[in-house]
């Protein structure tokens, strides 16, 4: 069967135009009932690294993605690579040039303390990115566990675990992760505690939701049927289905984590000085506005490409990996 | 339906009514309008709420800038010192042993809910303030009324104040704007905690209202026993952040802001907006943990001293507007000479000496909020510390808390070097000195207990007002200087920015702010 | 439809319970000793054991605990440790303020974020579908306290146009009976002070209300992309009537239900971003309030306000589920048998 | 084909572009057919031979990014691609109305029935509120619906797929149309409505003396209702004739194929599998060069895949097969 596929940089046709078309690659005699489409049906049935492999070419065909994916590999160099990069030490004070404008010496200027704050901003980019992917990863595994119980489970044991994840969200994640925060200490280490654990209720729905949704599909019954265990069938059968909307959601997730690190530092809850954190040395700069506005500028810019970034590259993987949304 | 109705024409009702008055109250208006163009507001803008507005029960500066527009005490400083003059006492008598106060009170003194103020008056205050009536959170009752025996009321105009032990600081405590200042007792009496929010006191304004986080109101007190206020109206705003403040001065929504540090100082003049500096009473400091192995040496702190360009650091980090401290008491408190030196800057001697000691690492902790003697918090100041210990070869490591959580862990002593400062109460030295002989660890964060420096202290305490006196603390800032227990960093300047059109206020070295003789012109 | 509610009513009870603990104990197991604060710079060990002990901070958690609550529930949230007043009224009189900056954001991210979502749909890949979308990604990318910092630097710093903080201007504050500054002056005919409180709460309400404005764009345009694809679309267009009225009735209608989720969602998130923005803007509500008083561990102060935030946000997500019933005749007519 | 009096509609050379990125769908290839006054015109094809797809260009309601490239749609002599958007809307549901396939998701869920009726008939009638749904009414009633006064503030939801159908019948006719396109109207309908409503459309043809153009890929439909038959495949006219001589006698290979996989009764008693035309539909991306057909034809011949066949004009309908040639020495006529 040909399959109709659109590029996903190109908005589908309108569905209703689209359905005529479609129907052309039906055969004679077929009827269908009305305007599905049968593309969609097929990538359901397709193998998953059939599925992988699609998903990479559909990413890379997005320019978007494809900027922001390399910028995000930019910013793990940094990361990773970046202290040996910078061209001056951005823990080191010098009382002697404080306060410079940027300059050639200082291409972001310095801060109160004479610090580098070009060097501050790429040893920022480990902070970040560290705290973005610890605390997704602990919310992913927290959530995805209680997501996957509680849905499969069912009964008392579902309801203890969503009404506990109710009430984590009924406290706005920033007020509950300052309170966190205020509880625990400054500390990058406690920063990640403090965001992973408000992002666990995110994780724990979709999974959930996912698996009571995939939990009535036929060859579930059927892995049940040939004695599969519980576990087995979570794993193996269930979580790689529910894999698409989990990465999808994770990528946007190490987005907020990122903001929120930013929040925390801000409001002086994050690290421990004179670790370089951007958030933080926004709250710091805070008092610059007038006087040095690079100080606040530079770390403020940081935190846009960077979050950006991973919003345009969660949008690309949520277009790559499920084909209804390319519509959007 | 029919209740909505009713509803509806009640709220028009109200709101006729209020038009009505603000039409009643425009031609009341009117005269100060024409008077020779100025103004009849004055907007003064701080950077947080008042804690509350009973001045036993709060202990900051928010607060008492306010309070001392509203109240009293029996005694006030004079406008450009710390000197004691008279207020609601016109003269007192002090015996000759020391311990026993005798105070001529004002006659004619009303409070602003019409109630009279007399000697009883006096002793319901000071009375609220002593066992067994003290309650914990009286924050400044131990240290201004700590030594009071009794008082009695000797006649409606005299009372006399008996102590348990000489006190020559207690005469300067009297004039302090917390504990000191006399309340109404029928608006104490009136119900739980009314005075917090609705203070009622003898001063030349009147409590109006106070809009939680927005602003307090006062308006001028007509009944006033003194001058009365030149301005009618004074409104206190809250803009917490400080460029906010400035911004706010620039764009005249407010005539004057404080809180100010050198990093707004150029917009506010470069708004055409004017600076008020004067010196502070206030000190910055670095303490070392004298109880640990690494410190409990002299020479160790020395040499650590020796590591840190003060000047350098105080030039940079404050940008002029604070002085570096070469002694733990600002110039103009009594004691003050210019006699006493620190530990000179000496990165050469630092090495040697802290090799000698065999120091490689040191633990610091650190505020991170700015406070009034350093703006530029707690945790700048640390991290430029480290950086000098750095260039000598010794890494150090901060933990950095908020303000509360910093005094918590203050208290714990789990460090071996900490920052702190202090703000003068009231101008006497033994209100600075005295902390380096506190127990309370929490005050004497260096936690240093030197017998000859306790004994130095409590003879000085009892020695009477003079050349004397002055000399002795003289004396004890040598020793501490001597024993390198703290690093005294800077004096922070009073900075405040306010517009060309305002004139009249006294910014006090307390802190306070004045406002009965502001004028503000259009 | 009543017993769904009464349903969704009960589920409440539990979630708050909750909600009550987790602060709770966060504050009182792990945060920093109240007592050094609360009582100064002269404080003694001595008295800091006796305040402890008048407040009940020497008993056993689970007993403060069962106190606390007992208290809550006859409307006592207790006495702040700094100010000594009543939490309540505390908040009280705080919590005006946050709403109308809400409410404010709010409008201002719906009018705009539907305007633009519905823009960017009908004119898709187009000049104008590019730049909403582009906005909207930074809308959502851009920290908001930065984005209120960079305000403050342009509009009132390099322009002057706008205040760079606070509500209104004292002298022309109305008098107090909702505590909305822009109800009372206008109901009691202080034309200025209504100009001067709004003025004040436009760079606050657009820091705030970005956000959601981002979000609530690109749900609008998915959701109007969506719904323009629909049979009936084609059918309205079929009729003969207006493009107009074919995206302004039949097409916003059902794009706005998905929607109006999300704008309750974004409702109870405000209430998060009010800690950030109040911040930088001096706004006297309980978002700034809670950040000061997280800082000075005034306990009873950040218990209230914890509580009192979840149950706005569970209760605005039972009045954005009811809405979304109210735009869905679907749900509407159906709901009795979903119970 | 010249041009009767009594013409409605006539389509000229209409070809319609779907422009996509991996390549150009020529959805409708010089496609030409007439609709007389108040006669049935059916239009035949699989699904998506571009049937629908010239119905929509008629309408003017397609959609980006397909785009009607050339020909002429001539409606009372008036040529409506040449319309402004507000001229072709006075004619859109007044003059020219239509019949969508899917009832179920053709009415707006969120809105009654009395709103979606009358939004037509006030536009165009200028009626009034009172007076248009005194009207909707009455077309309700027209079409079949039981105590329609109390349905019209119905949902949509809470009628059967047939009633909703009838309800579009009744939207499409409330301003007297001349010309009603019915796009596959009863496909998603079981098979007793289906006749429900075709006999409904018959009877309403009747009663209102409108054209129908009908679009389907049921022949059966076709062979109880249509005048004239026009038969498509891959975007192309391929046999045009009477419905009588087009049942009597179908010409064109394709259409033979279409009347042999129409079950019987006959078919259905023995157990003989339905006939089934071999082969698949070809790319519309990928379209052969020569007869779009040839690949599954059974009477092929070499130049069916080199070169595209003409319409012929063979005894009064119209073929495009090499086949009928006139020309032709290959050609073997049937």
């Given amino acids: 069967m040909t399959e109709f596929d659109y590029p996903q940089d190109t908005p589908r046709p309108d569905p209703s135009s689209l359905t005529h078309l479609a129907d052309e690659t039906m055969a004679l005699g077929e009827r269908l009932p009305s305007g599905d489409i049968p593309d969609f049906d097929e990538t359901l049935h397709e193998k998953p690294e059939n599925q992988w492999l699609e998903m990479w070419r559909s990413l890379i065909a997005n320019r978007a993605a494809l900027v922001s994916l390399i910028f995000i590999a930019f910013l793990v160099f940094l990361a990773v690579f970046g202290p040996l990069l910078t061209p001056y030490n951005p823990i080191s004070t010098n009382m002697a040039a404080s306060l410079r404008a940027p300059s050639a010496a200082h291409w972001f200027g310095t801060d109160q303390l004479g610090m580098d704050i070009f060097s501050r901003v790429i040893a920022g980019t480990r902070v970040s990115l560290t705290v973005g992917l610890l605390a997704v990863s602990i919310a992913l595994t927290i959530g995805v566990i209680l997501g996957a119980v509680a849905g499969y489970a069912g009964g008392w044991v579902d309801s203890v675990i969503m009404r506990l994840m109710d009430m984590m969200l009924a406290i706005p994640s920033i007020l509950l992760a300052i309170t966190l925060m205020a509880a625990l200490g400054k500390g990058i280490d406690k920063a990640v505690i403090a965001i992973g654990l408000v992002s666990i209720p995110e994780y724990a729905r979709i999974v959930r939701g996912n698996i009571l949704s995939i939990k009535q599909n036929d060859y579930i019954a059927a892995a049940r049927v040939v004695g599969n265990t519980d576990f087995r069938i979570i794993f193996r059968h269930i979580l790689p289905n529910a894999l698409s909307v989990i990465i999808v959601r994770a990528t946007l997730g190490i987005s907020s984590a990122v903001l929120d690190t930013a929040a925390l530092g801000f409001l002086g809850l994050g690290v421990q000085p004179p670790q370089a954190e951007w958030g933080d040395m926004l709250g710091r700069a805070r008092g610059f506005i007038f006087q040095a506005p690079w100080t606040l500028l530079y770390p403020g810019m940081a935190i846009t490409v960077t979050v950006l970034a991973f919003n345009l590259l969660g949008d690309g993987l949520r277009d790559a990996l499920d084909p209804k949304s390319r519509v959007k | 339906m029919k209740k909505s109705v009713r509803l509806l024409s009640l709220v028009l009702v109200a709101a006729l009514f209020v038009a009505a008055l603000a039409g009643c109250s425009a031609p009341a208006a009117k005269p100060a309008a024409t008077a020779p163009a100025t103004v009849d507001t004055f907007t003064y803008a701080q950077g947080a709420d008042p804690r509350g507005l009973d001045p036993a029960l709060v202990d900051d500066g928010e607060s008492s800038k306010i309070i001392v527009n509203i109240y009293e005490g029996l005694l006030k400083y004079a406008a450009d010192s710390t000197k004691v003059e008279p207020s609601l006492a016109e003269s007192w008598k002090i015996s000759d042993d020391g311990l026993s106060y005798t105070f001529k009170l004002r006659k004619g003194v009303k409070f602003h809910d019409g109630t009279d103020f007399n000697a009883e008056a006096v002793k319901f205050n000071i009375d609220r303030q002593l066992p067994p009536k003290v309650t914990p959170d009286m924050g400044y009752a131990s240290f201004v009324f700590g030594s009071v025996k009794d008082v009695v009321v000797v006649d409606p105009q005299t009372v006399t104040i008996n102590l348990t032990a000489k006190n020559t600081a207690f005469m300067a405590n009297l004039a302090m704007s917390l504990a000191a200042p006399i309340i109404s007792p029928k608006a104490l009496t009136d119900g739980s905690n009314s005075v917090m929010e609705k203070p009622v006191g003898t001063g030349p304004y009147k409590f109006v209202k106070w809009a939680k986080g927005e602003n307090v109101v006062l308006v001028r007190n007509d009944a006033y026993w003194g001058e009365k206020a030149k301005t009618k109206n004074v409104v206190f705003r809250i803009i917490a952040d400080n460029s906010a403040r400035v911004l706010a001065l620039n764009n005249k929504e407010v005539d004057m802001i404080d809180g100010i540090d050198a990093t707004v100082v150029d917009k506010i003049t470069s708004g055409g907006d004017k600076l008020y500096q004067a010196p502070g009473m206030n000190v910055n400091y670095m303490a070392y943990n004298t109880t640990t192995a690494m410190f409990k040496d002299t020479a160790a702190r020395k040499a650590v001293s020796q590591a840190i360009n003060v000047d350098e650091l105080v030039k940079s980090l404050y940008q002029g507007y604070s002085e570096k401290a070469t002694t733990i008491l600002p110039t103009f408190v009594p004691g003050y000479d210019k006699s006493v030196k620190q530990v000179a800057y000496d990165a050469a001697a630092a090495k040697t000496g802290l090799a000698a000691a065999g120091i490689t690492k040191i633990h610091m902790i650190a505020y991170s909020n700015p406070r009034?003697?350093?703006?530029?918090?707690?945790?700048?100041?640390?991290?430029?510390?480290?950086?000098?210990?750095?260039?000598?070869?010794?890494?150090?490591?901060?933990?950095?808390?908020d303000w509360t959580t910093y005094k918590a862990k203050v208290k714990e002593g789990n460090y071996d070097m900490a920052f702190y400062g202090w703000i003068g109460d009231n101008g006497d030295p033994d209100n600075f000195l005295n902390l380096l002989a506190d127990k309370d660890p929490s005050m004497n964060i260096a936690r240093w207990q030197d017998p000859v420096y306790i004994d130095m202290i409590k003879k000085a305490l009892e020695t009477p007002n003079g050349a004397a006196r002055d000399a002795e603390y003289t004396a004890m800032e040598k020793y501490a200087a001597a024993k390198a227990v703290w690093l005294p960093i800077s004096h922070a300047k009073t900075l405040a920015g306010y517009r060309p059109q305002v004139s009249g206020f006294n910014y006090h070295v307390t802190g306070n702010v004045f406002c009965s003789k502001v004028v503000v012109t259009k | 439809m009543f017993k769904y509610v009464t349903k969704r009513i009960l589920m409440v009870i539990p979630v708050m319970i909750g909600v009550s603990i987790i602060v709770f104990s966060l504050m009182r197991v792990f945060s920093p000793d109240p007592a050094p604060i609360v009582l100064g710079q002269h404080a003694t060990i001595k008295s800091i054991e006796v305040w402890r002990h008048a407040n009940g901070l020497d008993a056993p958690v689970v007993t403060q605990y069962v106190t606390y609550v007992a208290k809550a529930f006859k409307g006592d949230l207790g006495t702040s440790y700094y100010t000594k007043s009543q939490v309540a009224a505390e908040i009280g009189a705080r919590f005006p303020a946050t709403i109308e900056l809400a409410i404010a954001a709010i409008l201002f991210a719906t009018t705009l974020g539907v305007l633009l979502g519905v823009m960017a749909a009908v004119k898709k890949n187009s000049v104008f579908d590019a730049a909403g979308s582009l906005f909207a990604l930074i809308g959502v990318s851009i920290p908001i306290f930065w984005l209120g910092i960079l305000f403050i630097m342009f509009f009132a710093g390099f322009l002057h146009l706008l205040p760079s903080g606070g509500r209104i201007n004292v002298m022309l504050e109305p008098t107090r009976v909702t505590g909305f500054y822009m109800i009372d002056s206008l109901t009691q005919g202080n034309w200025d002070g209504f100009k001067d409180a709004f003025i004040h709460l436009i760079l606050p309400a657009l820091t705030l209300g970005m956000y959601s404005m981002a979000i609530i764009t690109r749900m609008t345009r998915s959701s109007m992309l969506e719904t323009l694809g629909q049979d009936y679309i084609r059918t309205a267009r079929a009729k003969g009537i207006s493009e107009t009225k074919v995206i302004g009735k039949h097409a916003l209608r059902n794009s706005l239900i998905p929607v109006t989720t999300v704008i309750g969602l974004q409702f109870g998130a405000l209430l998060g971003g009010a800690l950030l923005t109040e911040s930088v803007f001096s706004w006297p509500g309980i978002g700034k309030y809670t950040v000061d008083s997280i800082l000075k561990s005034d306990f009873p102060v950040v218990q209230g306000i914890v509580l009192l935030v979840a149950v706005i946000f569970v209760t605005i997500n039972l009045i954005a589920d009811l809405g979304y019933a109210f735009l869905d005749p679907r749900i509407k007519y159906s709901s009795k048998k979903e119970d | 084909m010249t041009t009767d009096t009594n013409t409605l509609l006539e389509v000229k050379n209409l070809s319609t572009d779907f422009v996509m990125n991996k390549g150009t769908v020529h959805a409708v290839v010089d496609m030409s057919f007439t609709v007389r006054?108040?006669?049935?015109?059916?239009?035949?094809?699989?699904?998506?031979?571009?049937?629908?797809?010239?119905?929509?260009?008629?309408?003017?309601?397609?959609?980006?990014?397909?785009?009607?490239?050339?020909?002429?749609?001539?409606?009372?002599?008036?040529?409506?691609?040449?319309?402004?958007?507000?001229?072709?809307?006075?004619?859109?549901?007044?003059?020219?109305?239509?019949?969508?396939?899917?009832?179920?998701?053709?009415?707006?869920?969120?809105?009654?029935?009395?709103?979606?009726?009358?939004?037509?008939?006030?536009?165009?009638?200028?009626?009034?509120?009172?007076?248009?749904?005194?009207?909707?009414?009455?077309?309700?009633?027209?079409?079949?619906?039981?105590?329609?006064?109390?349905?019209?503030?119905?949902?949509?939801?809470?009628?059967?797929?047939?009633?909703?159908?009838?309800?579009?019948?009744?939207?499409?006719?409330?301003?007297?149309?001349?010309?009603?396109?019915?796009?596959?109207?009863?496909?998603?309908?079981?098979?007793?409505?289906?006749?429900?409503?075709?006999?409904?459309?018959?009877?309403?043809?009747?009663?209102?003396?409108?054209?129908?153009?009908?679009?389907?890929?049921?022949?059966?439909?076709?062979?109880?209702?249509?005048?004239?038959?026009?038969?498509?495949?891959?975007?192309?006219?391929?046999?045009?004739?009477?419905a009588q001589d087009l049942f009597d006698c179908p010409k064109h290979p394709y259409t033979l194929g279409l009347l042999e996989s129409i079950p019987s009764m006959a078919d259905s008693e023995d157990d003989e599998p339905l006939y089934m035309i071999p082969g698949m539909v070809p790319n519309p991306l990928n379209m052969p060069m020569g007869c779009a057909f040839a690949a599954r034809c059974s009477r092929r011949m070499p130049r069916c895949t080199q070169e595209r066949p003409p319409l012929y004009e063979v005894e009064g309908r119209l073929l495009r097969c090499f086949l009928f040639d006139p020309s032709g020495e290959e050609g073997a006529r049937t």
Avoid: W
């Avoid at chain 4, 699904?47 to 397609?62: E, I, R």
């Avoid at chain 4, 909703?164 to 499409?172: D, E, I, K, L």
């Avoid at chain 4, 006719?173 to 289906?194: F, G, H, N």
């Fill in chain 2, 372 to 401: 009034p003697y350093n703006a530029a918090t707690g945790v700048a100041l640390a991290t430029a510390i480290q950086g000098y210990l750095q260039k000598v070869g010794v890494e150090c490591t901060i933990d950095s808390f």
């Fill in chain 4, 37 to 242: 006054e108040g006669e049935v015109l059916a239009i035949v094809g699989e699904s998506g031979s571009g049937k629908s797809v010239a119905s929509l260009s008629v309408m003017g309601l397609l959609q980006p990014p397909g785009r009607v490239v050339s020909g002429e749609i001539i409606y009372r002599g008036r040529n409506l691609l040449a319309l402004s958007p507000r001229e072709m809307r006075d004619l859109r549901g007044n003059h020219i109305s239509m019949i969508f396939q899917e009832p179920m998701t053709s009415l707006n869920p969120v809105f009654t029935i009395q709103d979606q009726l009358t939004e037509s008939i006030r536009e165009h009638m200028k009626l009034d509120k009172k007076a248009a749904i005194t009207r909707a009414i009455e077309m309700l009633r027209l079409v079949g619906i039981p105590s329609a006064e109390k349905r019209i503030h119905d949902y949509p939801h809470q009628m059967s797929g047939g009633m909703r159908q009838r309800v579009m019948t009744a939207m499409a006719l409330s301003c007297d149309p001349d010309l009603l396109i019915a796009d596959e109207p009863t496909t998603a309908l079981d098979v007793t409505i289906q006749a429900q409503i075709l006999a409904l459309i018959g009877d309403l043809r009747k009663k209102l003396g409108m054209a129908v153009l009908l679009i389907t890929h049921d022949l059966g439909v076709v062979a109880e209702t249509a005048d004239r038959v026009v038969v498509m495949y891959g975007g192309q006219v391929v046999e045009q004739a009477t």
